[in-house]
């Protein structure tokens, strides 16, 4: 049980659960609002490279702790896509570095203005001077982390200074997930892969549900189905009939399962002694808090790591719906709804609140 509670409450965990909804978020607006298209999660670390400078793939692939093959080609999806190319290297010409096109210029322009507004968010979630050393000690951990790739910003980058946490957790945090994977796979887990990191933490204690994977890390049913899948091929889960629905399945961790979760948590202690190297004692404890703080506050998670309840009872009714708030308190409700239920379920709601409207009126 020790080891459930710490591989479900550490800093990475929580680290790389804001960065993923942060991610999430602007994917969702600059898709559905913007007309961006072909985006995706996996593209956020390179782009958040790309804008700082162009740099060539093998200082891609060193900042992002991927190889070179993978950083490739993940170039090659975002270059098809029309958001970078590829331009000769003055400072070698075996080489090729990326910069942004037009449409990837108009694309960093909109995500600056979407990603101000979620970092005034999670401000206001934890008070605007904690959020302020939030980002002083994930700049503090870009640094010390490393490969870095210094350069002066660029005219459409505000996001060059280390103190600012929108970009830089995105790159801390995708060195820390490759950083844990190949720790635990030097513990005899081959065949792991970056994808599976989006399953495993979120395998609670009675199983868990795919479409509430899907849900939380904002993937498709089928795409998150094929990864529990590859899960199941390697050992580590199996699929349970779900005792409260008759047609659904439960996803729990095998012995091999519950072994590699045990490997991951001594992993993890491995990367925070390294980060206490980093950040200090005092500023560590501080991050850790802050960051525990702003994920319980995203409730990122609580659907599966919260008390199970029976599908046909209506759930309890807590929070701000219990009672009437005001236009900030309702906007913030919003706000959560959104994130939990996707754009399709809060249009589907918001016609279904408003035709329940109607008939009251009437």
């Known amino acids: 049980m020790a080891v459930q509670a710490r591989y479900r409450d550490n800093l990475a965990r929580h680290l790389i659960g804001i960065s993923r909804d942060l991610q999430s978020r602007l994917l969702e607006s600059l898709s559905q609002d913007r007309g961006f298209e072909g985006l995706r999660l996996s593209f956020g670390p390179l782009l958040a490279l790309v804008w700082r400078r162009g740099p060539p793939l093998g200082e891609i692939a060193g900042a992002l702790g991927i190889s070179g093959q993978a950083a490739s080609q993940l170039a090659n999806l975002i270059e098809n896509a029309g958001y970078v190319e590829r331009v000769p290297n003055p400072a070698d010409r075996r080489s090729k570095r990326l910069e942004l096109t037009p449409r990837g210029k108009q694309l960093v322009a909109d995500s600056i203005r979407i990603l101000d507004a979620i970092e005034r968010e999670y401000a206001g979630l934890i008070g605007a001077a904690r959020y302020r050393r939030f980002t002083r000690a994930v700049g503090g951990l870009h640094r010390g982390l490393g490969p870095d790739l210094e ?48 399953v495993l933490p979120l395998i609670g204690p009675e199983g868990s ?18 990864t529990t899948r590859d899960l199941q091929s390697l050992g580590y889960l199996i699929r349970e009939p779900d005792p409260t629905d008759g047609r659904g399945a439960l996803l729990k961790l095998t012995p091999r399962g519950i072994a590699l979760i045990e490997d991951a948590v001594t992993a993890l202690d491995d990367l925070e002694s390294d980060l206490l190297r980093i950040l200090g004692r005092a500023r560590l404890a501080d991050l850790q808090k802050t960051a525990r703080q702003l994920y319980s506050a995203l409730h990122l998670e609580a659907e599966i790591f919260g008390s199970r309840r029976d599908p046909e009872k209506p759930a309890p009714v807590e929070g701000p719906i219990a009672l009437r708030r005001n236009g900030r308190e309702l906007e913030e409700l919003a706000e959560r709804l959104c994130r939990s239920l996707g754009h399709e379920d809060t249009t589907r709601l918001a016609a279904l609140l408003d035709r329940r409207t109607r008939r009251t009126e009437d």
Do not use: C, N, W, Y
């Not at 350069?151 to 200074?161: H, I, K, L, N």
């Not at 899907?214 to 094929?226: D, F, G, L, P, Y």
């Open 151 to 198: 350069s002066p910003p660029s005219p459409v980058d505000p996001f060059g200074r280390a103190d600012r946490s929108a970009v830089v957790l995105v790159l801390i945090t995708e060195r820390i997930q490759s950083r844990l994977m190949q720790a635990t796979m030097a513990r005899g887990h081959d065949g792991l892969k970056m994808s599976h990191g989006r």
């Open 209 to 226: 549900r795919i479409r509430e994977i899907a849900r939380i890390q904002r993937v498709s049913r089928q795409a998150m189905s094929a």
